[in-house]
């Protein structure tokens, strides 16, 4: 039914919220901009980095998010010590589905420079046939991430599945009809993700392979009926 599953990252597939939160109010300290609450930081996690800054400090100037861009990447990289890990089950669940023929993707709004680090750290990186980040096209909510990955794989947008845990992932794909599951352990609660009619709703990571079974299993015995 499924033959594309392009995957969130943060939130998604790897527990960071706490190290995002801690690094992005850092880095605002150090520049001398007004404390940043956790739940304003914890609700732009997804966009690309511009667009956060911009929707946490208004009247930032283009200068001023380029600075807050690099204080955070230091922050996050460097100074906070904060553990990021996969969510259970993640990497065993992806490489199953990946063995079975399904083929993955990662849509993200990190910057490629920091997707592919993690990807190495975790591991992850030969599980992924393609992905994109928000420093190399446009940010969440705009689909332009999803259209590129559709296009170089040549997969239909209903063949695909958008899964995610904020508004901005199941908006990009609700706005080119593919459809999405949503995320409820992650940075947004599930009723704000409601409301873009996700196919379906996961708890832990697991539960989208039993999900996608399921969905099969119906389908051979609509076939053998």
């Known amino acids: ?105 990662v849509a993200t709004g990190k ?16 599980l992924f046939e393609i992905t994109r980040c928000a420093d190399e096209t446009k940010s969440k909510p705009d689909p332009c991430m999803l259209i590129e990955i559709l296009d170089e794989t040549g997969v239909q947008a209903g063949e695909a599945l958008m899964i995610g845990d904020t508004e901005y992932d199941l908006e990009m794909g609700s706005r080119i009809k593919m459809p999405t599951v949503a995320v409820s352990y992650g940075a947004h609660h599930l009723d704000r993700l409601k409301p873009y009619r996700p196919e379906t709703e996961i708890h832990h990571f697991p539960e989208l392979e039993i999900w996608l079974d399921s969905l099969n299993d119906e389908l051979t015995l609509r076939t053998e009926s």
């Open 1 to 105: 039914m499924y033959k594309l599953l392009i995957f969130d990252w943060d939130g998604t597939l790897i527990d960071s919220q706490a190290r995002i939160i801690a690094s992005m109010q850092a880095a605002a300290a150090e520049l001398g901009h007004e404390a940043l609450c956790p739940e304003a930081v914890r609700n732009i996690i997804g966009l690309g980095l511009p667009e956060a800054i911009r929707a946490l400090i208004p009247e930032i100037d283009p200068d001023g998010i380029e600075l807050m861009r690099e204080r955070y990447a230091h922050h996050f990289l460097f100074q906070n010590d904060t553990p990021t890990e996969l969510y259970p089950g993640v990497s065993d669940t992806l490489a199953r589905l990946r063995d079975r023929g399904y083929r993955l993707a």
């Open 111 to 126: 910057s490629r420079r920091g997707l592919d680090r993690v990807l190495e750290e975790t591991g992850l990186g030969g």
